[in-house]
Protein backbone atom coordinates (compact mmCIF):
# COMPACT_ATOMS: atom_id res chain seq x y z
CA UNK A 1 0.00 0.00 0.00
CA UNK A 2 2.87 2.41 1.20
CA UNK A 3 4.38 2.17 -2.50
CA UNK A 4 1.14 2.46 -4.34
CA UNK A 5 0.62 5.94 -2.09
CA UNK A 6 4.01 7.15 -3.17
CA UNK A 7 3.26 6.30 -6.80
CA UNK A 8 0.43 8.48 -7.04
CA UNK A 9 2.56 11.38 -4.90
CA UNK A 10 4.84 10.91 -7.48
CA UNK A 11 2.93 10.67 -11.12
CA UNK A 12 0.98 13.97 -9.77
CA UNK A 13 4.07 15.62 -9.04
CA UNK A 14 5.16 14.74 -12.22
CA UNK A 15 1.91 16.20 -13.37
CA UNK A 16 1.54 19.29 -11.51
CA UNK A 17 5.48 19.79 -12.97
CA UNK A 18 4.64 19.64 -16.60
CA UNK A 19 1.53 21.67 -16.12
CA UNK A 20 3.69 24.29 -14.32
CA UNK A 21 6.16 24.41 -17.03
CA UNK A 22 3.46 24.34 -19.91
CA UNK A 23 2.40 27.78 -18.48
CA UNK A 24 5.66 29.01 -17.87
CA UNK A 25 6.50 28.78 -21.54
CA UNK A 26 2.81 30.13 -22.94
CA UNK A 27 3.46 32.78 -20.71
CA UNK A 28 7.10 33.78 -21.83
CA UNK A 29 5.51 33.49 -25.27
CA UNK A 30 2.90 35.87 -24.94
CA UNK A 31 4.92 38.15 -23.23
CA UNK A 32 8.08 38.39 -25.82
CA UNK A 33 5.12 37.99 -28.75
CA UNK A 34 3.82 41.45 -27.17
CA UNK A 35 7.43 42.96 -27.04
CA UNK A 36 8.32 42.37 -30.69
CA UNK A 37 4.84 43.13 -31.65
CA UNK A 38 5.54 46.66 -30.25
CA UNK A 39 9.24 46.41 -31.36
CA UNK A 40 8.36 46.00 -35.21
CA UNK A 41 5.11 48.27 -35.28
CA UNK A 42 8.09 51.25 -34.99
CA UNK A 43 10.39 51.63 -37.29
CA UNK A 44 12.08 54.47 -35.92
CA UNK A 45 14.03 54.01 -32.78
CA UNK A 46 16.80 54.94 -30.08
CA UNK A 47 18.29 53.22 -27.44
CA UNK A 48 21.27 54.46 -24.58
CA UNK A 49 22.43 51.60 -23.54
CA UNK A 50 25.56 50.31 -21.38
CA UNK A 51 27.22 46.99 -22.23
CA UNK A 52 29.77 45.04 -20.10
CA UNK A 53 32.02 42.03 -21.27
CA UNK A 54 33.29 39.96 -18.82
CA UNK A 55 35.93 37.48 -20.43
CA UNK A 56 37.93 34.79 -18.73
CA UNK A 57 41.00 36.18 -16.65
CA UNK A 58 40.99 39.25 -17.72
CA UNK A 59 39.49 43.00 -16.85
CA UNK A 60 36.05 43.34 -17.93
CA UNK A 61 35.11 45.86 -20.29
CA UNK A 62 32.49 48.55 -20.27
CA UNK A 63 31.06 49.97 -23.60
CA UNK A 64 28.49 52.99 -23.30
CA UNK A 65 26.63 53.13 -26.31
CA UNK A 66 23.91 54.45 -28.49
CA UNK A 67 21.75 52.85 -30.88
CA UNK A 68 20.03 54.50 -33.72
CA UNK A 69 17.34 52.67 -35.88
CA UNK A 70 14.98 53.28 -38.71
CA UNK A 71 13.58 50.11 -40.48
CA UNK A 72 17.18 48.13 -41.91
CA UNK A 73 18.74 51.39 -41.21
CA UNK A 74 21.26 51.29 -38.36
CA UNK A 75 23.99 53.49 -36.48
CA UNK A 76 25.39 52.19 -33.86
CA UNK A 77 28.19 54.17 -31.59
CA UNK A 78 30.10 51.56 -29.75
CA UNK A 79 33.10 54.15 -28.34
CA UNK A 80 36.04 52.62 -30.22
CA UNK A 81 33.74 51.41 -33.27
CA UNK A 82 31.13 53.59 -34.97
CA UNK A 83 29.03 51.19 -37.33
CA UNK A 84 26.54 52.63 -39.83
CA UNK A 85 24.33 51.24 -42.39
CA UNK A 86 21.78 52.98 -44.56
CA UNK A 87 20.40 49.47 -45.91
CA UNK A 88 22.62 49.18 -48.74
CA UNK A 89 26.34 50.08 -47.58
CA UNK A 90 27.93 49.15 -44.01
CA UNK A 91 30.72 51.39 -42.60
CA UNK A 92 32.48 50.55 -40.01
CA UNK A 93 34.63 52.99 -38.24
CA UNK A 94 37.45 51.92 -36.16
CA UNK A 95 39.06 55.01 -34.05
CA UNK A 96 42.22 53.20 -32.93
CA UNK A 97 43.36 53.21 -36.62
CA UNK A 98 41.26 56.06 -37.80
CA UNK A 99 40.16 54.15 -40.47
CA UNK A 100 36.88 53.14 -42.03
CA UNK A 101 35.96 49.79 -43.58
CA UNK A 102 33.12 49.67 -46.55
CA UNK A 103 31.40 46.69 -47.40
CA UNK A 104 27.96 45.53 -48.48
CA UNK A 105 24.80 45.16 -46.36
CA UNK A 106 23.68 41.87 -46.40
CA UNK A 107 20.38 40.68 -45.25
CA UNK A 108 20.09 40.41 -41.38
CA UNK A 109 23.05 41.84 -40.45
CA UNK A 110 21.71 44.19 -38.21
CA UNK A 111 21.87 41.23 -35.66
CA UNK A 112 25.24 42.15 -35.09
CA UNK A 113 24.46 45.87 -34.12
CA UNK A 114 22.84 44.88 -30.90
CA UNK A 115 19.35 45.24 -32.43
CA UNK A 116 16.53 44.87 -29.35
CA UNK A 117 14.37 43.36 -32.14
CA UNK A 118 16.55 40.57 -32.69
CA UNK A 119 17.72 39.96 -28.96
CA UNK A 120 13.96 39.59 -28.25
CA UNK A 121 12.97 37.24 -31.23
CA UNK A 122 15.50 34.51 -30.23
CA UNK A 123 12.71 32.75 -29.04
CA UNK A 124 11.86 32.13 -32.55
CA UNK A 125 14.81 30.45 -33.83
CA UNK A 126 14.54 27.11 -32.34
CA UNK A 127 18.03 26.96 -30.75
CA UNK A 128 16.50 27.58 -27.05
CA UNK A 129 13.90 26.25 -24.94
CA UNK A 130 12.49 29.26 -22.47
CA UNK A 131 10.48 29.81 -19.59
CA UNK A 132 9.01 32.60 -17.48
CA UNK A 133 11.00 32.74 -14.35
CA UNK A 134 8.30 35.69 -12.26
CA UNK A 135 8.78 38.86 -11.91
CA UNK A 136 11.89 41.17 -10.30
CA UNK A 137 11.68 44.94 -9.38
CA UNK A 138 15.37 45.79 -10.50
CA UNK A 139 16.71 50.16 -10.76
CA UNK A 140 12.56 50.85 -9.48
CA UNK A 141 11.06 48.82 -12.42
CA UNK A 142 9.18 45.92 -12.58
CA UNK A 143 10.61 43.74 -14.95
CA UNK A 144 10.02 40.02 -15.94
CA UNK A 145 12.79 37.41 -16.00
CA UNK A 146 13.14 35.45 -19.77
CA UNK A 147 15.42 32.05 -18.83
CA UNK A 148 16.89 30.61 -22.11
CA UNK A 149 19.42 27.70 -22.43
CA UNK A 150 20.01 25.35 -25.51
CA UNK A 151 17.46 22.91 -26.65
CA UNK A 152 19.92 20.41 -27.87
CA UNK A 153 23.46 20.29 -25.97
CA UNK A 154 26.55 21.36 -28.32
CA UNK A 155 26.07 23.38 -30.89
CA UNK A 156 24.48 26.65 -29.70
CA UNK A 157 27.29 29.41 -29.36
CA UNK A 158 25.78 30.69 -25.49
CA UNK A 159 24.75 28.00 -22.88
CA UNK A 160 22.37 30.59 -21.27
CA UNK A 161 20.39 33.91 -21.45
CA UNK A 162 18.46 35.87 -19.33
CA UNK A 163 16.43 38.25 -20.76
CA UNK A 164 14.15 40.75 -18.80
CA UNK A 165 11.21 42.85 -20.26
CA UNK A 166 9.80 45.67 -19.31
CA UNK A 167 6.03 44.97 -19.99
CA UNK A 168 4.87 48.85 -19.06
CA UNK A 169 6.72 50.20 -21.94
CA UNK A 170 7.17 46.58 -23.75
CA UNK A 171 10.70 46.65 -24.84
CA UNK A 172 14.04 44.37 -23.48
CA UNK A 173 15.48 46.67 -20.52
CA UNK A 174 18.43 44.25 -20.12
CA UNK A 175 20.02 40.70 -21.08
CA UNK A 176 22.55 38.49 -19.77
CA UNK A 177 24.74 36.09 -22.20
CA UNK A 178 26.96 33.24 -20.91
CA UNK A 179 29.07 31.95 -23.76
CA UNK A 180 30.11 28.51 -24.24
CA UNK A 181 34.10 30.27 -24.01
CA UNK A 182 33.62 31.38 -20.54
CA UNK A 183 32.65 34.82 -21.93
CA UNK A 184 29.58 36.87 -20.14
CA UNK A 185 27.65 40.11 -21.47
CA UNK A 186 25.47 41.86 -19.51
CA UNK A 187 23.33 44.53 -21.92
CA UNK A 188 20.78 47.29 -20.34
CA UNK A 189 18.75 49.76 -22.01
CA UNK A 190 19.16 53.15 -20.12
CA UNK A 191 16.66 54.79 -21.96
CA UNK A 192 15.02 54.51 -25.37
CA UNK A 193 13.18 56.90 -27.81
CA UNK A 194 10.28 55.00 -29.55
CA UNK A 195 9.22 57.06 -33.33
CA UNK A 196 12.71 58.92 -32.99
CA UNK A 197 13.12 61.50 -35.42
CA UNK A 198 16.76 61.38 -36.48
CA UNK A 199 18.90 64.23 -37.82
CA UNK A 200 19.57 63.99 -41.36
CA UNK A 201 22.75 61.97 -42.44
CA UNK A 202 22.51 59.44 -39.55
CA UNK A 203 22.86 56.29 -41.35
CA UNK A 204 25.77 57.50 -43.92
CA UNK A 205 29.33 58.04 -43.44
CA UNK A 206 30.98 61.32 -43.33
CA UNK A 207 34.23 61.86 -43.72
CA UNK A 208 34.28 65.27 -42.34
CA UNK A 209 33.71 63.80 -39.03
CA UNK A 210 36.51 62.21 -39.09
CA UNK A 211 39.47 64.14 -40.32
CA UNK A 212 42.98 62.19 -41.84
CA UNK A 213 40.18 59.04 -41.89
CA UNK A 214 42.08 56.05 -43.66
CA UNK A 215 39.29 54.50 -46.65
CA UNK A 216 39.35 50.13 -47.19
CA UNK A 217 36.86 50.02 -49.82
CA UNK A 218 36.10 45.79 -48.93
CA UNK A 219 33.37 45.78 -51.99
CA UNK A 220 33.56 43.80 -54.91
Known amino acids: ?87 ETVWTYIRDFNEVQISNYEEGMEEMFLSPTSIVSIYESGEYAYQYSGAQEIDGRNLHLIEFKPSQPGPSEYVKINLFLDMDNKIPYAVGISARNGTRYNLVINDHDRGANHPAGTFSFDESEFPGVEIEDLRF
Open 1 to 87: MRFIVYSIFIAFSLIWSVNTNAQSVNQATQMLNQVKENMLSEESWFFDFELEIFFPELDPEVIKGKLYQDGNKIRADLGDQVLISDG
